[in-house]
């Protein structure tokens, strides 16, 4: 559920573009609607008003995700730090299984170094199917339980194919717009041009006409010409992932982790670095959460007394079902109130285990907030993992997780385009809608960057139910679910989604469970009630 090319992957395409240029106010996800003009979520309004004088404790947020920076500058103070451990001396002093986990754990690495890339887990399920079934004819005796995987086989591998193909087309046009753009660039003799430098240079071919279209699409949505190159940059990063890693059959790094990956049971794996190769997108999360509120530097994070406790499960790919209950336990077992994941996938490999740190969770009065996706999908016809429903991949529903926030993502404008043009939806499925288009956060190396998404939105939720345990640490997790749900900003015009490429209009609370965006203002005030 990587969230940073979304903009490029939606305008990638050699014909028309209609966007209107727009920059919110900064720190619009923490506004307030009444006050200023965009549709944010009041904290700053909160903080002012409410919260002066009050007395908080610190509550630890567990980002089980790819990675966090734990140095940067404006996330250093808030991380969370095992005391019972002592760093580096390479023993259990808390025998907890893990040694050496001052901050967090990383559940995808080992002493001989870290995953970075994997498959898709449509790849893996596959590669594990493909010796039985690839040979396999309509003429061929299966038992009923082994018919009905065969026939889930060859759904996977009619996705597979349309997703390889869709990644190489994308590949290849990412690559020409980005060969393009740099020749015009070396042709205008400006190593940072502006967008009237671009509307004014020579062209001499259809293809440079149609890459200048999605270049002036990308000026509406980014400042200036270093934004619009990174965002070809991480469009060509992603594709060039997709058809090298996510879905090359024969590349598996799992053997770098040395665990036995058949056993689900198995928890005591891994290291203890938990930035990773590549801390972008969990360092970002953790920004949108627990950013200083102190200092006159970077951004402003939603909760003021939030430790991060950084636990690594998410590569570049798909996230390993395995690995995920492994995060969800740990952060459990080591203090963590709330749980923040930022990532999601079409399939399961083995949905009961994490079902079953779910449960395992919800027993230790932890709050769990998901990212809904990003690929414009009712996520009650088409699955998402993981999620709030017991039971594997292909029963019934069995139950559903209490404590559990599922979160779609939402715009400034309060008006048709306030849903996220990327964002899933559904009206049981999703609960809430909360900012994540054009968010500043923190990113690697104390820099900064906007970034779009639902992984954008899951934190402002997980940073809002982090606040509330902080000022009223006697709720449980339950009644912090209840508080946000129950003082959203409800939504009473029609919004624009997707419904098989289609454009419709319909009220947010058809497309979600409370019809409305989180408000840590009125939440607040209810948390008070309580």
């Keep these: 559920m990587r969230s940073f090319t979304i903009f490029l992957l939606t305008v990638i395409s050699f014909y028309g573009f209609a966007q209107t240029k727009n920059t919110p ?3 619009w996800q923490n506004l307030d609607l009444q006050q200023d003009g965009v549709f944010g979520i009041s904290t700053e309004r909160a903080y002012l008003e409410l919260l002066k004088g009050k007395v908080a404790t610190p509550v630890v947020v567990a980002v089980i995700d790819g990675g966090v920076d734990i140095g940067h500058e404006d996330l250093k103070q808030a991380i969370w730090v095992n005391t019972k451990e002592i760093a580096g001396n390479g023993i259990d002093d808390d025998h907890n299984g893990y040694v050496d986990d001052v ?14 890339y994997d498959n898709l887990e449509l790849v893996r399920l596959i590669r594990k199917m493909q010796p039985k079934y690839a040979s396999a004819l309509n003429s061929t005796k299966f038992t009923d339980a082994e018919q009905v995987e065969l026939n889930l086989y060859r759904k996977l591998v009619t996705n597979y194919m349309d997703e390889l193909e869709n990644a190489q087309m994308g590949l290849a046009q990412v690559t020409i717009i980005k060969k393009t753009m740099d020749s015009l660039v070396v042709k205008m003799g400006k190593s940072d041009p502006a967008l009237q430098d671009f509307n004014h240079v020579n062209l001499t071919n259809d293809t440079e006409k149609k890459v200048l279209k999605v270049i002036k699409s990308l000026f509406d949505q980014r400042k200036d010409f270093k934004q619009v190159n990174e965002e070809i940059n991480d469009g060509l990063k992603y594709y060039t992932s997709k058809v090298n890693y996510h879905l090359n059959i024969d590349f598996d790094p799992r053997e770098l982790v040395g665990d036995n ?37 970077g951004i402003l994070g939603v909760a003021d007394q939030a430790h991060i406790m950084a636990i690594r499960v ?18 459990a077992d080591n203090g963590a109130k709330v749980i923040n994941m930022s990532f999601g996938k079409a399939y399961a490999w083995d949905k009961k285990v994490v079902d079953e740190a779910v449960k395992y969770a919800l027993s230790k009065d932890v709050l769990l907030v998901h990212a809904a996706g990003n690929e414009t999908k009712n996520i009650e016809k088409q699955d998402n993992f993981p999620n709030k429903y017991f039971g594997d991949s292909t029963s019934v529903n069995k139950g559903q997780a209490d404590a559990w926030i599922e979160v779609g993502a939402s715009s400034w404008k309060d008006d048709e ?16 809608f909360a900012p994540g288009v054009k968010i500043r956060s923190t990113i690697p190396n104390s820099l900064y960057k906007e970034a779009d ?41 029609k919004v624009k989604i997707k419904v098989n490429g289609d454009t419709q209009k ?8 409370t019809g409305g965006i989180i408000n840590a203002y009125k939440a607040l005030q209810l948390a008070e009630k309580m």
């Design 25 to 27: 106010k900064p720190n």
């Design 103 to 116: 901050n967090g754990w990383d559940f995808i690495g080992s002493s001989r170094g870290d995953v970075q």
């Design 453 to 493: 998404g639902t992984s954008m939105a899951a934190p402002m939720v997980s940073g809002l139910a982090a606040l509330i345990r902080s000022y009223y640490p006697k709720l449980t997790a339950l009644q912090v679910k209840n508080a946000i749900m129950n003082s959203v900003t409800e939504v009473g015009h």
């Design 314 to 331: 998410v590569p570049d790919g798909d996230e390993r079902d395995k690995d995920v209950a492994n995060g969800i336990r740990y952060a």
């Design 261 to 297: 990956y058949l056993n689900s049971n198995e928890h005591f794996y891994g290291n203890n670095d938990v930035t990773g190769p590549d801390a972008e997108h969990g360092t970002h999360v953790s920004g949108i959460i627990a950013a200083s509120r102190a200092n006159t530097i």
């Design 506 to 513: 319909v009220l947010l609370k058809d497309i979600c469970v």
């Design 417 to 432: 385009d306030l849903i996220a043009s990327f964002s899933n939806y559904g009206k049981k499925a999703v609960d809430v």
